[in-house]
């Protein structure tokens, strides 16, 4: 069934999985072109060009374009997976358990937890009564403890779940990398983070997926595309590709949503403004050069203070922030002038420009960095050293200066890596006690999720055990204060994970 009527079809796509995705490319006349995707609901939905465009770079575009029309969406088949469908009772009562104290650093004594909905409705040390005992789902937790869910504040989905030879594979279709991400968000759940903030990516169709209840997965946090300038670290181009301005165009990366090349306030703006229409959370803007990337040396600062601050407007206008990459004194000192809230990294940063962070009440999203593998290029390796090398005197210097301290883990391209979100952790009794850590990877973290503002999908409290608050919640064999070891290994020790209220993985039944 053509959908292009009596139009020219230049091209037909079908999607391998089902067949339901499904469109073409059709040429209206010599100037006007039209992609038009039948969804399965049956609607068909369309998209007009209105350039010239040479038939191989239409072919492409028509791939990546109508790929993002078969995004997931709420009402799209949910991708199959291998988590169960969680079970939903009217309510569940946590019996016997000690809690993780939001302060961190100790238990409480042993109480009773009831979640009603998706909120924690009462803490009792007394047993609690309950009305319908056949209608609530009794779970003992006797020697277990009952924290909130972990929270990984630097993620990036997308890019996480698929090798780089999959994202640059001349037969790789959004929706295939889609696909492997929706599962990657069921493993991060299943390793007890309830919430992520995805610092760069196209993860809204995966988030409303999860949020519609089609797909288990944490909490997202997008930002959306990386703002990037010419020649920074978001700038993913190949030697040979030409800027926009200069006769190139788009990339499959920009066509995707993985970044914004941006070059002038205008163009910032205009980037900004287009993450926050598709419902971003926050704004990712690169400050400064990077290790993955491969023009840019450590040591650049990227983006004017104009530039900067124009980024910082935009994302202040909707009541939320910037957050950068940065590692390097001069490029956190300027985004500090231009107003920015958070820093993702800071690995090179000097005391004083550390202290400068607590001065201006700035966030430090700091990471325990591996080195880059030994098949990365030599000048990745060289550089991604330096970082880690720098990663000491950041936590040592931050904790010492009272910064605000938010952790995640910044996995990318390694799939069979992600297992470290949860084997981080303990790297952090380097610097911190174990009850510090565990509340910088719940109840700190939170906090800086709520830096949204108004733009917090989630409204609620997260990241703690108190009544009225969200229920994200790990029931966890043993004390994590005593041992923290036992965060690395959800699948032994985790024996319920609740999300939302709804519980998603029971050991226990
Ligand atoms: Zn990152």
Redesign the pocket.
């Known amino acids: 069934m053509p959908v292009c009527g009596g139009l020219t079809v230049l091209r037909r796509i079908t999607f391998k999985k089902s067949g339901l995705y499904w469109g073409e490319l059709c040429s209206i006349d010599a100037v006007i072109f039209q992609v038009m995707v039948v969804h399965p609901s049956g609607t068909t939905l369309r998209r007009s060009f209105m350039k010239p465009i040479l038939s191989a770079a239409a072919a492409a575009l028509t791939v990546a374009i109508a790929a993002s029309f078969a995004a997931p969406s709420p009402d799209a088949p949910a991708p199959a997976t291998a988590v169960a469908a969680p079970a939903r009772m009217e309510a569940t009562l946590f019996k016997n358990v000690r809690i993780l104290k939001s302060a961190g650093g100790e238990l409480s004594a042993v109480c009773h937890v009831l979640v009603r909905g998706n909120r924690i409705e009462k803490i009792s040390d007394q047993p609690i009564p309950l009305e319908n005992p056949d209608k609530i789902l009794a779970i003992d937790g006797t020697g277990k403890t009952l924290m909130p869910g972990l929270i990984d504040n630097?993620?990036?989905l997308f890019m996480a779940a698929n090798s780089q030879a999959e994202l640059m594979h001349p037969l790789a279709t959004f929706e295939k990398l889609e696909a492997k991400a929706v599962e990657e968000a069921g493993r991060i759940l299943m390793r007890g983070f309830t919430s992520v903030r995805d610092?760069?990516g196209p993860v809204f169709g995966i988030k409303r997926l999860i949020d519609s209840g089609k797909a288990p997965g944490p909490r997202i946090y997008p930002s959306g595309a990386?703002i990037s300038q010419t020649s920074g670290h978001g700038d993913f181009r190949t030697p040979q590709d030409r800027s926009r301005r200069f006769g190139g165009t788009m990339t499959a990366g920009e066509l995707m949503g993985v970044g914004f090349i941006a070059d002038g306030r205008d163009e910032v703006l205009t980037a900004t403004r287009e993450n926050l229409r598709a419902g971003a959370c926050q704004i990712?803007v690169m400050a400064g050069g990077?290790a993955a990337s491969a023009y840019d040396p450590l040591d650049v600062t990227q983006y004017t203070l104009d530039e900067m601050k124009a980024a910082v407007e935009a994302a202040d206008d909707w009541g939320t922030y910037v957050t950068v990459?940065a590692y390097t004194p001069k490029a956190v000192r300027r985004s500090i002038e231009a107003g920015v809230k958070c820093i993702?990294?800071g690995q090179l940063l000097d005391e004083d420009s550390m202290r400068l962070l607590a001065e201006h009440d700035v966030w430090l999203s700091l990471q325990t960095l591996e080195e880059a593998p030994a098949t990365a290029p030599p000048d990745t390796r060289a550089k991604k050293h330096t970082v880690v090398q720098g990663t000491d005197n950041a936590f040592k210097w931050a904790r010492k200066h009272h910064v605000k301290i938010a952790w995640?883990t910044?996995l990318?391209f390694i799939p069979a890596q992600m297992k470290n979100q949860n084997t981080d952790i303990p790297k952090l009794l380097q610097w911190f006690t174990s009850g510090e850590a565990l509340k910088m990877v719940t109840h700190d973290n939170a906090a800086l999720l709520a830096l949204s503002g108004p733009r917090n999908p989630y409204p609620g409290k997260l990241g703690v055990v108190e009544e009225g608050a969200l229920a994200d919640l790990i029931l966890v064999q043993g004390n994590p204060v005593a041992v923290l070891n036992l965060v690395a290994d959800p699948d032994k020790n985790f024996l319920v994970i609740m999300k939302d209220g709804v519980i998603h993985k029971d050991q226990l039944k």
Request: charged letters at 20%; aromatic letters at 0%; glycine letters at 22%.
């Open positions: 630097h993620v990036h610092v760069g990386m990712k990077g990459h993702e990294h995640g910044d990318m």
